[in-house]
């Protein structure tokens, strides 16, 4: 990857200002030297990682750690955790393999995280890096965690490994890879779909889910997987999925998928027809779901807002409302279902959604909202894509439900 070219072929949301940083020391660390060999060390207390320690006041002390004799510096990069290269840097026990960095979060936090080993010649582009890129840049080449099992196939499509502390909400059901009864196929536009039936299909009408992004979830089996375990336990009417490409990290995502962009169009009046002539898809367009992350919770919203005649129910996650936070199409939304999320560690986000959240309380949308105790982040994405797919597609329609994670 060219460190340097990068900030200028991909658009950020403005910079918030930096929160206080959550770097805590780590007394278990520090007792090292004294108490074991870096050997023992490794064999013993760090088998798995990372460690985790009780902090008080609700927080939990989560020790990140790399082993690496050979390295100049050692990086982390936690999903809206650490915010520059201090935040992410990894310090070395001296004289020892073991690199460390040590932070106190909420108790219910679930996060993705890697580790990006570096020599003199490695550190330099970093160092003269934005820092939002320099933490895109460990993020996208960095390694997964080999003491930690636990990992996630992020939007980019990469692995990042897991932390996950013991109050958070239960993860969503495994999965291993892309549905067998997917079929790739070619939409109108040119662009790529994989199109899954539910595995009980009859020929009747079904509801539709339609996954934006669908190359992530597609080649990660996370929605397929999730559809299919809700349906064998009757949660949820069994749909069809169709996973659309939208570009992943590239030009041509932000351009579609952006408040001005044409994706919405293109849902409604190429991709739906489309699709309604190849499989049946139930008539009501409040059996029509249209899911996002990001851009693609933001196109998400502003479907469901501008077409609900076509798309009647949206599940939207961390979306983008940097860009434009919807109050004026929340005014004059119809009758559509709703199921919002945004983490609590995403400050350009929250408060966005917050005041959307507000204005449509007293709106016909039908809505649920969720704050989570992470960030911008696949690790909670996927469990709340399926929290959203029971509600919007459960037996019964769902109520409107607010569940807050506490102010810290």
């Given at each position: ?161 897991v932390a996950e502390l013991d109050t958070a909400s239960p993860r969503a059901a495994p999965a291993h890879g892309p549905s067998p009864r997917a079929q790739r196929l070619v939409t109108p536009t040119g662009r790529p ?216």
């Amino acid at each position: 990857m060219n460190l340097t070219s990068g900030p200028s072929r991909i658009t950020l949301p403005p910079a918030p200002p930096k929160p206080p940083s959550r770097r805590t020391p780590s007394p278990r660390i520090a007792r090292l030297a004294a108490d074991c060999s870096a050997t023992e060390f490794w064999e013993t207390v760090a088998r798995r990682t990372p460690l985790v320690e009780e902090a008080g006041d609700g927080e939990r002390r989560v020790t990140f750690l790399w082993r690496s004799i050979a390295a100049t510096a050692v990086h982390v990069t936690v999903n809206r955790v650490t915010y520059d290269l201090d935040d992410s840097r990894m310090e070395r026990v001296p004289g020892t393999d073991v690199w460390y960095a040590a932070f106190r979060l909420p108790a219910d936090w679930r996060g993705s995280y890697t580790v990006l080993e570096t020599d003199a010649a490695g550190s330099s582009p970093l160092s003269g890096t934005e820092s939002r890129w320099a933490m895109r840049t460990i993020r996208e080449e960095g390694s997964t965690d080999p003491r930690n099992p636990r990992r996630i196939r992020t939007h980019s499509g990469r692995l990042a490994s897991v932390a996950e502390l013991d109050t958070a909400s239960p993860r969503a059901a495994p999965a291993h890879g892309p549905s067998p009864r997917a079929q790739r196929l070619v939409t109108p536009t040119g662009r790529p779909v994989w199109l899954s039936p539910p595995p009980d299909a009859d020929g009747t009408p079904r509801p539709l889910v339609v996954v934006l992004d669908g190359e992530v979830w597609h080649a990660s089996g996370y929605a397929a997987a999730s559809a299919d375990r809700l349906a064998e336990s009757g949660t949820i009417r069994a749909p069809y999925l169709a996973l659309v490409e939208t570009g992943g990290t590239s030009p041509r995502r932000m351009a579609d998928l952006s408040i001005d962009g044409a994706m919405s169009e293109e849902v409604v009046t190429t991709l739906l027809p489309w699709l309604r002539d190849r499989v049946p898809v139930s008539a009501d367009p409040r059996d029509v779901v249209l899911t996002g992350e990001s851009l693609g919770g933001l196109t998400a919203l502003k479907t469901a807002f501008d077409h609900p005649e076509s798309v009647g129910a949206a599940l939207s996650q961390s979306a983008s409302l940097w860009q434009a936070d919807l109050l004026d199409r929340a005014a004059t939304a119809g009758p559509v279902r709703l199921f919002l999320t945004v983490g609590v560690f995403e400050p350009t986000l929250l408060e966005p959604h917050r005041r959307l959240r507000e204005a449509l309380a007293e709106r016909p949308p039908t809505m649920a909202y969720r704050e989570f105790q992470g960030g911008h982040d696949m690790a909670w994405w996927r469990g709340l894509w399926e929290d959203g797919i029971t509600d919007l597609l459960g037996g019964g329609r769902p109520s409107a439900a607010i569940q807050r994670s506490p102010q810290r």
